[in-house]
T-cell receptor, first 117, second 110 residues
């Protein structure tokens, strides 16, 4: 029972390089999210997809793009990595709840530790 | 935007102690979430509640809607409870996406 699977778990990039973080869920959830977690700060939403075919910006979208490939998969792309994007990235998924996604528990992947030199 | 404040930021307890972690928010909500982040980094949802109290094993979550306050209690704490506990509430806009507190780091000593 995999839940939410993120790849890779660790990555080191040089400034200006690009990469894509992959996320897949097997719970048939409608909604998926990408967060970043930095020391001393709460999880912050980068982008989300309320349902297949839609994506929207969250609190900190600059420097990122996303693709909701299908209902299972939601990828996050850094086109030109910057040191400020060094962080731990979490993908999560949930059902769509009445009144919004905040009324449903979220299921998280194990995270990707990304360092940009 | 809803603001979420947790206290304390850090908490050290002896095994067996009763633990309380607090969460306050600024705007009325439909549901409040408590999550646990293990030392290895993984995050799991513990509770989602909109009123009253919920219990799971040694963990109890309570919420007071009028006071905009929630508490997470751990009874008979154990070293394996050592983790970061995170409170989250829905954003007023943004389709109810969650806003997260900074977390409370709990360390339980044997």
């Amino acid at each position: 029972n995999a839940g939410v699977t993120q790849t890779p778990k660790f990555q080191v990039l040089k400034t200006g390089q690009s990469m894509t973080l992959q996320c897949a869920q097997d719970m048939n959830h409608n909604s998926m999210y990408w967060y970043r977690q930095d020391p001393g700060m709460g999880l912050r939403l980068i982008y989300y997809s309320a349902s297949e075919g839609t994506t929207d910006k969250g609190e900190v979208p600059n420097g990122y793009n996303v693709s909701r490939l299908n209902k299972r998969e939601f990828s996050l792309r850094l086109e030109s990595a910057a040191p400020s994007q060094t962080s731990v990235y979490f993908c999560a998924s949930s059902e769509w709840g009445q009144g919004g996604v905040g009324n449903q528990p979220q299921h998280f992947g194990d995270g990707t530790r990304l360092s940009i030199l | 935007k809803n603001e979420v404040e947790q206290s304390p930021q850090n908490l050290t307890a002896q095994e067996g102690e009763f633990i309380t972690i607090n969460c306050s928010y600024s705007v009325g909500i439909s549901a409040l979430h408590w999550l646990q982040q293990h030392p290895g980094g993984g995050i799991v949802s513990l509770f989602m509640l909109s009123s009253g109290k919920k219990k799971h094993g040694r963990l109890i979550a309570t919420i007071n809607i009028q006071e905009k306050h929630s508490s997470l209690h751990i009874t008979a704490s154990h070293p394996r409870d050592s983790a970061v506990y995170i409170c989250a509430v829905p954003h007023l806009g943004s389709q109810g996406n969650l806003i997260f507190g900074k977390g409370t780091k709990l360390s339980v000593k044997p």
